[in-house]
């Protein structure tokens, strides 16, 4: 058995086509009477009641606190272990769940349907910028290609995410946080291609603002689970202006404060380094792993 968790802040209009969708598509793939977990995030339409008219369990929120945190609800009151989560907003194929599901029984700890094609690949012209460099950020902090970072089709378990619920967001950036998480512990992560369709009704996020929040959790997570490659990353980019001033000194040795700066950031540069090799010995004690 499964449980699939719904997140919704004001979808009345697609809340009762998602369910339904989510129900014919795990009876097609032989999954029976699934629990639907619906979590209203402090609506101000009709979302509770059209989801509670499908039969669905819906929990609500009095007021909006986010996505991440209407994913941790539904997770914490779901009765089964496998956990489907998918947005209410009628843009994820959820026919396709039956392919994600049978991936996950291979053994994975984490299968992402991983967006593709013109409604995701060609969306406004703006967002390419800052979601280019999110995603080069996340496969330089994973080390591995990372097709789709923050898709909000994912199956996973229960037993397996709750330990990490302290350090995942509580907002729009749960999935990216979720997925580093994963990948940087050494889960099995695996994506499979989907389509992606136009979004019904107007989308809640801020693209900008999110975008920054996430890369701020980006930063979090990566220095949490792997202290040593951030401070590393800093560590090199002090070295590499050491180079280059040290290279500027030396075709003039009349620039003596280049000499100076060259110094300050290979002592920077080391100071760093150090500090991170100090991270990853408080981590190791930390999680009881340090040496005795």
């Known amino acids: 058995m499964l449980s699939v968790v719904i997140p919704a802040f004001n979808e009345d209009a697609v809340i009762r086509s998602t369910v339904e969708q989510v129900r014919g598509a795990l009876e097609t793939a032989g999954y029976l ?3 639907i977990i619906v979590v209203d995030d402090g609506s101000t339409d009709q979302t509770a009641d059209f989801a509670a008219d499908t039969g669905a369990t819906v929990i609500s929120h009095p007021s909006n606190v986010g996505y991440g945190r209407s994913l941790k ?8 272990d496998t956990i489907v989560i998918v947005d209410a907003d009628d843009t994820y194929p959820i026919d396709e769940v039956g ?4 991936t996950y029984e291979k053994g994975f700890d984490l299968v992402i349907g991983a967006r593709s094609g013109k409604e995701f690949d060609g969306s406004v012209w703006q967002k390419y910028p800052l979601r280019l460099l999110l995603k080069l950020l996340v496969q330089m902090a994973c080390g591995r290609r990372v097709p789709d970072v923050n898709s909000g089709f994912r199956i996973f378990g229960k037993s397996t995410i709750t330990e990490y619920f302290p350090h995942l967001c509580d907002t729009f950036s749960f999935t990216t946080s979720m997925t580093l998480a994963y990948i940087m512990t050494g889960r099995f992560v695996k994506h499979i291609p989907i389509s992606y369709h136009a979004r019904n009704g107007v989308s809640k996020v801020r693209f900008f603002s999110d975008s920054i929040r996430t890369l701020q959790y980006l930063i979090q997570v990566v ?12 560590s090199i980019l002090c070295f590499f202006s ?9 075709f003039d040795p009349d620039f ?5 700066f060259s110094l300050a950031m290979l002592m920077l540069g080391i100071a760093v380094f150090a500090m991170g090799l100090l991270a990853v010995l408080l981590k190791q004690i930390m999680d009881g792993d340090g040496y005795r």
């Not at 609800?73 to 089964?80: E, L, P, R, V």
């Not at 392919?99 to 049978?102: A, D, R, W």
């Open 33 to 35: 009477d699934p629990e």
């Open 256 to 260: 003596l404060e280049m000499y100076i």
């Open 73 to 80: 609800t539904g997770i914490n009151k779901a009765k089964h």
């Open 223 to 234: 220095t949490y689970y792997n202290p040593l490659k951030m401070f590393s990353f800093v």
């Open 99 to 102: 392919l994600l599901l049978e």
């Open 242 to 250: 050491c180079f280059v001033s040290a290279v500027f000194w030396v």
